[in-house]
């Protein structure tokens, strides 16, 4: 299977698994966060082994100091990481909002409510804890996601991802709203940014030239962040 079909049969699973979070109530996925939360500080030693494989891999090949702090997890972070879920489980509603009622000469009423993109892409560095940040937000904000991060914190990534789908089969929400696109093939990023029709939104998250290679890139709508503004440019 090529990256495009890879791509492909990801974002059509995360599709339709997207139902369940279509039908999902605040209530539910405010649940299913706080599921995430508890089994990441449970499974904080499996995390743990994880990425220490993926430090000690890095560090052989000679990954500097700076990039390696970002890389690595301990206790603390995970802590973090799992009450970063709960404040983000703590916020109002996102959807079904009324963002703007208007009615015309006619007398026809038009109200703009707030839904989600569908299936988003994210692609991101080398903070594992990018994983569950960005699962926890598109979740809360009734969206599929497609993860992918980077190849130095594979096995990391890959356990978090595991333990998030695990908390999801205790809820109404399918474990496929959420899937790790694997960083082995640097091909899956072209694949994903090109995934038009297949995925509603690519969001990029790192350095500069990470964010302007994914907007420049892309046939799929992705956010431009610049100078604290943020907006969706369309192609």
Known sequence: MNSDQLIATLATNARRAARTLATATYEERQQALLAIATLIEKKED?????????????RAAGMNESLLDRLTLNPA????MAN???KVAQLSDPLHQTLRHRVLDNGLELTQVSVPFGVVGMIYEARPNV???AAVILLMSGNAALLRGSSSASQTNQV???IMKEALTTTPISPEVLQ?????DRDTVRALLHARGLVDLVIPRGSASLIRTVVDESLVPAIETGAGVCHVRLK
């Open 160 to 162: 978090l991802v595991e």
């Open 84 to 86: 970063g879920a709960r």
């Open 131 to 133: 994983t569950l940040d």
């Open 77 to 80: 972070r995970i802590a973090g």
């Open 180 to 184: 790790l696109v694997p960083s082995d």
């Open 46 to 58: 499996e995390i743990l082994r994880a990425n220490s494989n993926d430090v000690q891999r890095e």
